[in-house]
């Protein structure tokens, strides 16, 4: 029997929660690309609806391709369980439509992504939820923040777009102390468990945007949650069934499965990439500032350097220019191979302007609040030869210098 407890990472991306062989025994598990499921009697139904018998009924529910992909990434994670969502959102919504009342409390870093910050600042609101904004750099804010009726903490590994690392390990003594029953979670989205595992550092609940690095082709939209199998067994028949209706297609799921068998390899050349970009714009003379954990200035630098495991600082890097916003338009405008979308993880390297594009729910003056200017650009370092992204980033920021002259 395949103990995933004695392997390593990469074989667990390949070879975790494989299902047993089916029909021919195909390498690859079929996409069961099927609504719903036959039942061998009248008493197996019930007895499944009534959650006293194992087995699928609905893939809103379930769905061995979903179940497949959640199970691998619950592995790598270190969780007990795990789900797939129809998106990021989806995992983020459905964990908390399931946690939370009206009259509940939220402790939220400030610096989020927009849809994220959105959802904090007019969706949970409408419904008596409470949250309170605080600057996760600062445990001490952290725990003074919770309150008897906090039934979460939320923040980002590393937030969207500024980078900054949060302590996990002293956010998760400092909650749980406040607080014993406060459900910590963590979006792991920019690092992935290759890099992070918040689960093993005290977190409660992990979730993605699969989107991104765990499918890594840029051809699926999709989540996942990861926590206590008990937990699972809530969000499921509440905030899946019921709540958000926000079930994974087995098309997708099947190929964020296909996606995870590279992720170490992906994310060391995304990381590799991304230090040697980062590097290049540090020395740039149009580049006012470089947001990237791997550089020696970088405010969690030693943080990021002690916690990310396998040597790597992710692919995502935020620069600002030395410019106003026109220009910066113009640049991003000027990029040949950097190519100007809002996603990341994927094997082309995108770049966006975080302040109109992904944050724009933020408003000017909570922009400059949490440091995004106009001028800042995110880039998500993709898998090209390093030299040629350079290269692209380098014509257009020699252009603006010399516009200065």
Not at 20 to 27: D, N, R
Not at 180 to 197: E, G, Q, S
Not at 363 to 378: F, M, N, P, Y
Request: hydrophobic content about 40%; overall charge negative; charged content about 20%.
């Amino acid at each position: 029997m395949y103990d995933s407890d004695k392997m390593g990472f990469s074989t667990n991306q390949i070879h975790a929660a494989r299902p047993e062989k089916v029909g021919p025994g195909p390498l690859a598990t079929p996409i069961y690309q099927t609504s719903t499921y036959i039942f061998d009697s009248t008493r197996q139904g019930a007895a499944r609806f009534a959650l006293e018998e194992p087995g699928y009924i609905y893939t809103r529910l379930h769905n061995p391709n979903a179940d497949e992909a959640a199970a691998r990434i619950a592995c790598l994670e270190g969780g007990e369980a795990g789900m797939i969502t129809a998106s990021g959102m989806g995992a983020i919504t459905a964990t908390l439509w399931t946690i939370l009342r009206s009259g509940d409390h939220i402790v939220s870093d400030r610096t989020l992504y927009g849809c994220t910050y959105a959802l904090f600042t007019e969706g949970l609101p409408r419904f008596g939820v409470e949250v309170t904004f605080v600057d996760f750099s600062d445990v001490e804010a952290v725990r003074r923040a919770v309150r008897p009726e906090t039934k979460v903490v939320y923040c980002e590994t590393a937030t969207n777009p500024d980078l900054k690392v949060v302590d996990i390990a002293a956010i998760a003594k400092a909650v749980h102390e406040a607080k014993p029953d406060v459900l910590y979670m963590v979006d792991n989205t920019f690092t992935t468990p290759y890099l992070v595992r918040p689960l093993k550092l005290g977190a409660d609940i992990v979730v993605h945007s699969a989107t991104k690095y765990l499918n890594g082709h840029g051809d699926v939209i999709a989540g996942a949650i990861i926590t206590r199998q008990e937990l699972i067994d809530r969000i499921i028949p509440c905030g899946l069934k019921y709540m958000t209706g926000c079930a994974a297609a087995p098309f997708d799921s099947f190929l964020i499965t296909r996606g995870l068998k590279t992720l170490d390899i992906r994310m060391d050349r995304h990381c590799a990439n991304a230090m040697k970009v980062a590097k290049f714009l540090e020395g740039h003379p149009a580049v006012r500032h470089v947001c990237y954990p791997g550089l020696e200035h970088h405010p969690q630098h030693a943080l990021a350097a002690r916690m990310y495991e396998h040597g790597g600082f992710g692919g995502v890097v935020s620069f600002e220019l030395d410019c106003d916003r026109a220009r910066t338009a113009q640049f991003v405008d000027n990029l040949q191979l950097c190519t100007l979308a809002v996603s990341l993880g994927d094997a082309f390297t995108l770049i966006e302007h975080p302040a109109s594009m992904t944050h724009n729910t933020y408003t000017v003056e909570e922009l400059a609040k949490i440091g995004i200017g106009e001028s800042l650009l995110r880039l998500s370092v993709g898998l090209e030869d390093p030299d040629d992204i350079i290269a692209d980033l380098k014509a257009g920021l020699d252009k603006i210098e010399e516009e200065k002259q």
